[in-house]
């Protein structure tokens, strides 16, 4: 009844519906500790409300810009050029300087929406992208970019995780750092997770930015040359992210359907463009035997009960082990490409398609803060629900 | 202030808390189609309250038994040999062979709870359970066993599962087939996903059993030495899992947070032993370029729009796209082995373990069913959700 | 497509929908100290999951059972002589005596389901009932009984509401107690609401049981006769009931929609029968000015911050006050009736119903256990919420 | 922790905690069409997310106006003279003139927050407010007016409330009017709520506007009067409000924890300043007997079936029965008064109050739109899930 007289889709593979349209809510995440979004790329803005965080929080504006202006695009050569300035208003939940324990409202408004002639993919579906998807579930869509898929609403997500990220750090000393291991087929050293900082991950050795976020230098100078190439030929390249959480307590987690891991993995999943997700030794499990596998239990110098090796990554029966938690996502490719791809037009007829200007040749570097922003989320809520339920 | 008296943990990492005991609850999946489950491995008995199911759908005792049968201990040489009946009762939402869309009980109950002596994993931690991290989160812990993480609440999601997979099947043609493809070194060789069927799983060629759910018989044959031989050794081995969706029309799934992909996530993550999931190419894409990695668009000999590959795994932007779905799942080798292991006591004392009879050599030919009870489970959940917002 | 073939249903107003069923879940309630229920008048039974109990508390059987006693048919001559055992069984979550902190599954079958004709309630909607609104929803129902909607599902509603009370008393000293003070015209008189014992609504002054549950001994006898003259004359009475929760600390609640009173308010207008909530002065304030409604602040003996009087019911801006909670539930005279009532059959043609035997004259005795343990789990968990987020 | 030094609270009546601070999320209504909100009285506005919202519903600023107007200060001499636009801004989920599907933010930013000087209200206890419980709750609060407690915070529900009324009336023809029907002793006589017009509760006889929202014009002269009076007196009045909803389709509603009266006592219940809640014959049906309540099933003149009176004000077993559903809700006198009040400061000693300007003498006529947009919102969202599960 609501839909405009022009769309008629028929998005059914194995069966008979057509001209049906639909669409759902779940724009929350998070039990205790949750955040709401909403925003497109070609609207006003983006806008988060975070409920859940406790009284007495110092908070400003200053204390988000530094993860979204990692997240921002134009940031350097090798990331999108669309400009935006990404600056945070806070609405609502702090009251001189502090929170107030009320609901936390943010808008970040956005300024770089060119005009121009949409028609384009207005009409044809970009292949890799969310158009004939979005079609199929809403029956039309905002054509003037990816609207509610696109990258832009996780600046909503880097806002509330700088939140969690203050939260956890003060409430039990946690710390969430993410950075890149695999571009292409170069592929990161990296010793010791837990060890990796935040200095490493975004500065080079002699001080420069480092532009992809790989802390091993040798690898990063190869990706960034990677990534260069591939923008040279119009094309595109994936790779594989690290996020390490190092100070969580034991004993965070559920054991059945809340297992950390599963809210790590749905997190992660989340994020666009991320094809899968594993911690610990993660896939390299399947050909392992147990007696290789498992981690051995031990005493600390401390005196606290530890395992020998991480191979669990963190998390044993879904619960932290008080030891690093070590999370990997691989990242596709980015879609959109400025070389002419095959594709059909909504009525399904065939036709080709170029993206315009200002794509990711790698999501990857931008990838590590809105990973970081989630994985975040997930420890501040865990943490929350974990304080709810223990004995005073 | 309920804390037994005997009970002192310390389960922090990186800090300086002590002494505290904690939970909380997460229990149930789901939205729309929502399970809520309640067991312990040595207790009387698991219980699933499944919640959204509608009404007129024919349903008995005996539609659920299939799926428990192929999740039971028991059935082959190369599982546990626990005996378990795993007979459920349905005790409401079902009037006159047919779903009264009220609530759904079922309760499975636990009959061979053998009384043994439990002194030793009382007081040890076995090495890649959850002993230690129950003991971090709840200050103690049902220690006949698993107890609340123990493989044995996967009944409860089993049966569930069953009723998602009549659902989805009434609702929209949907079905799911779960197969092993790859256990050890050893890897199975699968032409097209999309076309295993659950025969091809259960079955070899020669219509005997197949016990390690390859539909690729060689590696199947390959497989069960593999398992044979850990067992032999007192060891174990890992392997992967790929569950396929097909029927599934467009258009499931939400833009953010509630990505359809998201949930497959957190769904197959929540299963026990499980450090890996990845959808389409996986982890693949991390050296691919978007020009090799793009499934372009194309149109159907039936007309409808549909790509010509499917590296995306059924997903874009983490709604449904009307090709098949494919997932696969890391899990671990089991962690319980019948050799000795270092380990300490709840004291923080060294000592050693070995953990007597009835384990899985290989988690995954009964893995297999848990893990499309999951995925039923997500699609019917999701179909539910899409439902409430269509326009009719 | 599920819908059973004899079932036509316009369960529609103002419009045009025809011949549609539907249905949807709601079978679970709180937040942190989450039930879930399942369970129908003439089924095997009722299974209620409590899942956020914290640990340790020490629990049994035995616990479950003096409120399930309360809430029992046939416990005198003004009830409905129905003969249900209601004895629990614990099923999950307990370990030598105490909660582990898991998910905890009871089950209390029904014993007294008579086989008898149930043709005339199949064809016919009974005045008052959910018949014809149960097949406006669902197309078809459970024609036994109430099925779900019977007030037998409240028995998985005072089993989890011991627990519930159990956990209250035992982390903060709360209370809660309800007692009858109207039924028809006669109103009993309650000078201090927060100082009527669980003793005075059980039994009278001379040890005799409280049959009607009003601490005003003059009043219940009157109250025992109007009932008395009710049945006899195949008619039923309305009351109301009055609930006090006392010993529960300021700062429960949140500021907006789960404000303490709102969530009382659900919880009681979910039980049947109720047709108005109210606390403190209530419906009495509609003629108040604000200089006489005001409850003026001032120190306790103890000097601590409280108020002169408690108009405010215990509640400010939905926050607990500190003072005694008191809240008031008005529920309609039984609908079924042992005399001939006008009524239409499912095709719409005229005809009569008169109810046979079994039913309560009065409901006011048997709703207060089910009022009671409504308000403790309400007060279980917005606790459990306050002590989340609570600082250390 | 985070607790600013100089905050000490001891909010505990019955017991021994002292010096702890708590709070926790609550922003959230709703389950398929669910609003989240973010905003005090005095910082930049306030912001609500719904989430849920079909795809290709018309939907402009414009649209939403209507009812802010309504619920604006300073709309007449009879309510607040606080000066606020309320002028929204869609920010999100609506695209060339038509919803998208996604979640929808709407920011309505404050305009008044007048400079000055709050030092009263920042260390007293203002009787009847949340100040005190909100210090119980959060250990400090912004003093600068209620904060997330005003009744400010209901813009954003109206504004939501204004997309749900559009929502009900494009799906179902749905329609929700409100009025008041007493204040102080002044009773409207109302005969038919179901035939009481938006036009009537706005507008007199004589054309000019209906400040008091009574449609009794000869009560609505006589409630002004009151209103008048009081203001003169420096006191405030209570009253009730009745909200009618008409062409909902029977089988809304779920039958036990979310019935349809449930959540319609909790939407109310989370306004501001109700104190009791009751539908068709509420707190009167306590001396009722059975046979004069029920109401009988008969067939009307288009063959549906549908009762001959309408006491169960429009639902049975909590699902509605497709007569037009009838509520009512008590609302307290204003708590601030410009006359002296005693109380204590947050240390507990003996001060007096008097509260300046800008109240509400009288809170109904601006209660009505809130309590319009609650119903609304809660009708919205059972027609959704209704709809999720409805057979096709």
């Not at 190439?229 to 992210?241: F, H, K, L, N, P």
Request: charged share 25%.
């Amino acid at each position: 009844m609501f839909l405009p007289d022009t769309v008629r889709i028929t998005g059914r593979s194995g069966g008979c519906l057509t001209e049906v349209i639909w669409f759902m809510p779940g724009n929350s995440f998070g039990q205790m500790f949750r955040i709401t979004t909403a925003g497109e790329s070609h609207g006003p803005g983006n806008v988060v409300i975070v409920d859940g965080v406790p009284p007495g929080l110092p908070l400003s504006e200053q204390d988000l810009i530094p993860d979204l202006q990692r997240r921002r695009p134009g940031q350097s050569h090798l990331v999108t050029q669309r400009r935006e300035a990404d600056e945070p208003e806070i609405l609502s939940g702090v009251f001189e300087g502090r929170t107030t324990g009320t609901s936390i409202a943010i808008l970040i408004r956005n300024t770089d929406q060119r005009s121009r002639d949409y028609s384009e993919i207005q009409d044809k579906y970009r292949p890799g992208h969310a158009d004939f998807t979005f079609d199929a579930r809403y029956g039309f869509r905002d054509y003037r970019g990816g609207g509610r898929s696109s990258a832009r609403e996780t600046t909503a997500r880097v806002a509330a995780g700088a939140i969690a990220r203050r939260l956890i750090a003060a409430e039990f000393g946690g710390a969430v750092v993410g950075y890149v291991i695999q571009i292409g087929s170069v592929r990161a050293r990296i010793e010791a997770p837990e060890r990796i900082t935040a200095d490493q991950v975004e500065s080079l050795p002699d001080g420069s930015p480092n532009l992809v976020r790989c802390p091993d230098p040798a690898a990063a100078a190869e990706m960034q040359q990677v990534i260069e190439q591939v923008r040279r030929e119009t094309d595109s390249i994936g790779g594989v992210a690290e996020i390490v959480a190092t100070g969580v307590p034991a004993g965070l987690g559920d054991p059945v359907f809340d297992k950390l891991k599963a809210d790590f993995g749905k997190a992660l999943f989340s994020l666009p463009a991320v094809l899968g997700v594993e911690y610990g030794v993660g896939f390299g499990c399947a050909d392992r035997r147990g007696s290789e596998n498992n981690d051995l239990f031990t005493t600390s110098d401390q005196g606290q009960i530890c395992t020998e090796t991480n191979r669990h990554g963190g998390m044993l029966g879904g619960i932290s082990s008080g030891q690093p938690i070590v999370l990997r996502a691989a990242v596709k490719p980015t879609s959109s490409l400025a070389r002419e791809q095959k594709t059909v037009t909504r009525g399904g007829e065939p036709t080709t398609i170029s993206t315009r200007g200002r794509h990711d040749p790698c999501l990857l570097p931008r990838f590590v803060p809105m990973a970081e922003a989630m994985v975040c989320i997930v420890l501040a809520d865990h943490w929350l629900r974990w304080k709810a339920l223990k004995t005073s």
